[in-house]
């Protein structure tokens, strides 16, 4: 069975700081790779997607992310950290076939300092 | 397009209380889901919907009911509410093609007591 690691569950950041998340899956075939934040109260927004291709992937808000194989690997980065990216981002990996499901990370909570 | 909706927001239930979780989504996907999430933790399925009439369960099941009747409806049945589900709810949808990243509601938290 699939499974995601995020083992970073608090990261505080000053604003205008580099941000790099860190998720670790562990898929048996091809992974279809999801960044997701949830903002406080609210529902979960898609940041970006990996299928296949380009290994460095472009998101929304300026995030990106890089698949490396080799290090079973999909972390999120952001050059430079806005007072809105306070959140909580999970890492998820995609079924892909059958039913499709995501098998999510637990979660790591971004604190962004002024 | 409303996208993925949920109702209600919020419901406090008593222990053994039943009530149905609504969710509808007007973007024609085939696939919905519902899941749960509890503090601290990443979201766990419960059940999904492959078509209208195709239902089949996730990783945590017990104490659920669903069913498909249309494609744009998916409502999540608790009966005799636990205080074990007390949580919050997210109900998401895809569509079938490649690209297939899943669009969530925006959720219900539901506490039993």
């Known amino acids: 069975a699939q499974s995601v690691t995020q083992p970073d569950i608090h990261i505080t950041v000053s604003e205008g700081a580099s941000l790099e998340l860190r998720c670790n899956y562990s898929?048996?075939?091809?992974?279809?790779l999801f960044w997701y934040v949830q903002s406080p109260g609210q529902g979960l927004q898609l940041l970006l997607k990996?299928?296949?291709?380009?290994?460095l992937v472009q998101g929304i808000k300026g995030f990106e992310a890089e698949f490396k194989r080799s290090q079973s690997s999909f972390n999120l980065r952001k050059p430079s950290v806005h007072w809105s990216d306070a959140a909580e981002y999970f890492c998820?990996?995609?079924?892909?076939?059958?039913?499709?499901?995501?098998?999510f990370g637990s979660g790591t909570r971004l604190q962004v300092q002024p | 397009n409303a996208g993925v909706t949920q109702t209600p927001k919020f419901r406090i239930l008593k222990i053994g209380q039943s009530m149905t979780l609504q969710c509808a989504q007007d973007?024609?996907?085939?696939?919905m889901y519902w899941y749960r999430q509890d503090p601290g933790m990443g979201l766990k399925l419960i059940y999904y919907s492959v078509g209208a009439g195709i239902t089949d369960k996730g990783e945590v099941p017990n104490g659920y009911n669903v069913s498909r009747s249309t494609t744009e409806d998916f409502p999540l049945r608790l009966e005799l509410a636990a205080p074990s589900q007390t949580s919050v709810y997210f109900c998401?949808?895809?569509?079938?093609?490649?690209?297939?990243?899943?669009?969530f509601g925006p959720g219900t938290r539901l506490t039993v007591t």
């Open positions: 998401a949808s895809s569509y079938s093609g490649q690209g297939y990243e899943q669009y």
């Open positions: 898929y048996g075939a091809t992974p279809y």
């Open positions: 990996y299928f296949s291709g380009d290994t």
């Open positions: 973007m024609n996907h085939n696939y």
């Open positions: 998820a990996v995609g079924e892909g076939t059958g039913r499709r499901a995501l098998t």
